[in-house]
């Protein structure tokens, strides 16, 4: 039995049930982590597009859609994987509540990822032509080669609310103050910015010394501005008596701390200085370093805002 | 009509008898409450109190799990009762994170959410709430309150003033009301989880909610690297001594 004073104002807690702990744990961070990534590459490569002529960002056709591809499986994946009920997914289509934005976000996902797929086999037997050259189903996909394009605008579109549903479950998670709907749609679009170039600087070794530079200069401006909006909500969300309960589980030390300013260094810091180094004089290697060091700490810093918000106490 | 409940917290004495009588009625399982009674103790020695509170889901008029649940297995009933169909529920969670109260739980027997119906199978045929009955010092009163002949609605009348509802600043316009309540009783903030102050067993976190292998990949992984010792007869198992790791984080 552990003995302490207790202050004639306090009141202590004497009996009460076990409180649950972390209900949505390392599933739907990897969930959050991998959305950016496929949505990310999606808006970063339209505007490499826009910017660029298509032959200064070779392979970029397909394999934009092809990254894009295998992070929303991952994140479908996983997302059905986190339910106590996976088969009863279906209920999402067959009995939508469209108040809540798990089921519009479900929507949206199913069709993006499923335009996608589309543009991956246009995109992918357009660059191999010898590939599958017998196959019915591919001389019909070679067939509609120019639906690429058209299709594109709407992916990119799409791409923008599927990146941000998820802070719009989490203003609709009202237990949850730190999860506040400006802040996380900010930060999941800055997200997918900073892991959509990650990603993309990995691909880029042949590409014009231009669109590198502009993969380059949205890294780090995208990790900048997150950084900023972290510390803004590190040291002045004082207003709310619950987000000063919740933060206390980063400002008070401990594993928390340590995973916050990991992924802080990890993520922000780091890249941002070797980007903006790399800005002036380009190095490739330290780049990647830099990319992957952002997809770490994103993850890390995605885990830390999940699971902090569910360990205070709601009665 | 619109029912609702109250809790007068001067009568309260906790003796439970409410929380055993939810567990029976809804067949609740192990490690999961519908209602629960928690135990507050104000002040230092020689001059303390201890506070009962009953909680249990406050069927909230603007309810944010019937907002966030994604297949509506959360939804109203006419007479303003936030009921949960267990047959559609997918198991997200989203509710849980939505609800300011930490009323929802997830069932280990069903998979599925689950939380105080203010007993919905009895008031259709015409019995009031299990805790209601079992309460001995009628500290539990529940009626239409937009019958202002109620019992409830003259109790809320006759009390104007000490009439509380938890966390009114999140909008959820609860329709669970609490007589003799104040700040240290109805704010979870504003006390403390002190480990080793457990009246009659530690205060802890479970590292996970009801069945902790619940997902499709732990049942690939668990015969691999083995389950967590987290299934009901754990809590048989458990040491009952002071080394007892416990997960409670003091302070908060």
Redesign the interface.
């Known amino acids: 039995m552990e003995h302490s004073v207790i202050e004639a104002t306090k009141a202590v807690v004497t009996l009460d049930v076990a409180l649950p702990g972390i209900i949505w744990g390392w599933m739907i961070t990897l969930n959050m982590w991998a959305k950016s990534i496929g949505t990310g590459v999606i808006l970063i490569g339209a505007f490499l597009l826009y910017r660029h002529k298509k032959e200064d960002l070779v392979g970029l056709r397909w394999k934009m859609p092809l990254i894009s591809f295998i992070f929303l499986n991952i994140f479908l994946l996983f997302t059905l994987l986190d339910l106590h009920q996976p088969l009863r997914m279906i209920n999402i289509f067959i009995h939508p509540h469209w108040t809540s934005a798990i089921t519009v976000g479900a929507w949206m996902a199913s069709l993006f990822t499923g335009l996608v797929t589309l543009m991956l086999a246009i995109g992918f037997l357009d660059a191999h032509p010898d590939t599958a050259r017998h196959s019915g189903i591919a001389k019909s996909i070679r067939k509609i080669s120019s639906s690429y394009e058209k299709i594109f605008p709407f992916v990119v579109f799409l791409a923008l609310p599927v990146t941000m549903y998820t802070a719009i479950i989490m203003a609709e998670s009202s237990a949850r103050e730190l999860w506040a709907a400006p802040a996380e749609l900010i930060q999941m679009l800055l997200a997918a910015f900073m892991v959509g170039s990650a990603s993309l600087i990995f691909i880029s070794e042949k590409w014009s010394v231009e669109a590198r530079k502009d993969l380059t200069l949205i890294l780090a401006l995208s990790v900048f501005f997150s950084f900023l909006m972290y510390m803004g909500e590190y040291f002045f969300s004082f207003k709310s008596e619950e987000i000063e309960a919740t933060i206390a589980y980063v400002h008070s030390g401990g594993s928390y701390n340590l995973q916050f300013w990991s992924a802080m260094a990890l993520g922000y810091i780091i890249p941002f200085f070797i980007a903006m180094g790399s800005l002036k004089d380009e190095n490739r290697t330290l780049m990647k370093f830099a990319a992957l060091t952002t997809l770490i700490g994103l993850y890390l810093a995605k885990s830390t805002w999940l699971e902090i918000p569910q360990m205070i106490p709601l009665s | 009509m619109k029912l609702g409940f109250l809790v007068d917290l001067s009568l309260c004495m906790g003796c439970k008898g409410c929380e055993v009588a939810c567990k029976v009625e809804n067949e609740v399982p192990l490690?999961s409450?519908r209602l629960?009674v928690?135990?507050?103790?104000?002040?230092?020695f020689p001059?303390t109190s201890?506070?009962f509170t009953p909680?249990r889901c406050n069927h909230c008029e603007n309810a944010?799990c019937?907002?966030?649940?994604?297949?509506?297995a959360l939804h109203y009933l006419p007479n303003g009762i936030v009921n949960v169909d267990n047959s559609?529920?997918?198991?997200?969670?989203?509710c849980?994170?939505?609800?300011?109260?930490?009323?929802i739980?997830?069932d280990p027997e069903t998979?599925?959410a689950d939380k105080c119906t203010y007993c919905a199978h009895r008031i259709e045929g015409g019995l009031m709430p299990a805790c209601v009955v079992a309460c001995p010092v009628e500290a539990n009163i529940f009626g239409d309150i937009e019958d202002e002949t109620s019992h409830i609605s003259r109790y809320i009348m006759e009390h104007q003033g000490n009439v509380q509802v938890?966390k009114p600043e999140?909008h959820?316009n609860p329709k669970h009301f609490y007589v003799g309540g104040g700040n240290?009783?109805l704010n979870?903030?504003?006390?403390?989880?002190?480990?080793?102050?457990?009246?009659?067993?530690n205060?802890?976190?479970?590292?996970?909610?009801?069945?902790p292998h619940?997902?499709?990949?732990d049942r690939f992984t668990g015969p691999i690297f083995g389950h967590k010792h987290l299934d009901n007869k754990s809590f048989i198992d458990m040491p009952n001594d002071?080394n007892h790791e416990s997960?409670?984080?003091g302070?908060?």
């Open positions: 490690s409450w629960r928690k135990y507050i103790d104000v002040g230092t001059d201890r506070n909680l944010p019937e907002r966030i649940c994604p297949v509506s559609r529920c997918i198991g997200c969670a989203g849980m994170m939505a609800c300011p109260y930490g009323a739980y997830m998979n599925t938890r999140k959820t240290q009783t979870p903030l504003a006390h403390e989880r002190i480990e080793g102050y457990g009246l009659f067993n205060i802890t976190h479970l590292d996970t909610l009801g069945d619940h997902s499709i990949l002071d997960h409670e984080e302070g908060h």
